[in-house]
């Protein structure tokens, strides 16, 4: 092999290998995220139900976070409002990292209307 070739092969491989861990990340992030969604959307909806309480909502959430956190939502926050007329459920978590230092961190919020009984 000539040195220009061995010289381009010690240049490309740091760039491939970068490039790798950070498809890796994404695919961590990305994922962390949805499970953030889905412990907000539990929450929410349980918090949402007829004569319902935010701390109905908050327990439907840690239980979802229990289930789906695990090793992938790291510090997780949850917070869970009913007022009149709507809930809010919010998640944030801190996702594990390739890079060391860096913390990067997901967050979902799910809104909607709470149910109520009206008469015919």
Known sequence: ????????????????????????????WAHAQQRADAVAHQAVSAARAYEATAADGHAAGAQALDQLGGALLTQPRLHVERATGRATARVEAVVPSLVPGWQPSVGAVRRGPVERLEAP
Do not use: K, Y
């Open 1 to 28: 092999m000539s040195d220009r070739g061995s010289t381009e092969l010690v240049l490309a491989l740091p760039l491939a290998f970068t490039m790798i861990a950070a498809v890796l990340q994404l695919g961590l």
